[in-house]
Nanobody, 130 residues
Framework: QVQLAESGGGLVQPGDSLRLSCAASARPGSILSMGWFRQAPGKGREFVAAISWSGSDTYYADSVKGRFTISRESNKNLMYLQMNSLKAEDTAVYYC???????????????????????WGQGTQVTVSS
């Protein structure tokens, strides 16, 4: 069984930075790719970023490209999202997620689809407001 736990959310001002963390509790080999989604009030779940097991492949939504950086420590089942130059529109609950290791590999075509992912954390709130 895979469990994901996010941390690091909070209230910040526009232009500030924040780093989210995701810790995965799983048997070796149960976690391969990982990613981040977010959901703002009244909106659907939106892809933010994803990373392959080795960290060599990363994917970003256009809305965060150049401001957010995804990284991971695979040997520790840890993943991070460094968020810089935060904007009010980044306000959302951020979710850590991972597909089943036997599922399809991440590609630029499928990475933004929530249905690709099988495991989800409880979410951490990020609020950007002056």
């Amino acid at each position: 069984q895979v469990q994901l736990a996010e941390s690091g959310g909070g209230l910040v001002q526009p232009g500030d930075s924040l780093r989210l963390s995701c810790a995965a509790s799983a048997r070796p080999g149960s976690i391969l790719s990982m990613g981040w989604f977010r959901q703002a009030p009244g909106k659907g779940r939106e892809f933010v970023a994803a990373i392959s097991w080795s960290g060599s492949d990363t994917y970003y939504a256009d809305s965060v490209k150049g401001r957010f950086t995804i990284s991971r420590e695979s040997n520790k089942n840890l993943m991070y999202l460094q968020m810089n130059s935060l904007k009010a529109e980044d306000t959302a609950v951020y979710y850590c997620t991972s597909p089943h290791p036997d599922g399809p590999a991440l590609t630029s075509r499928n990475v933004a689809s929530p249905t690709l992912y099988d495991y989800w954390g409880q979410g951490t709130q990020v609020t950007v407001s002056s």
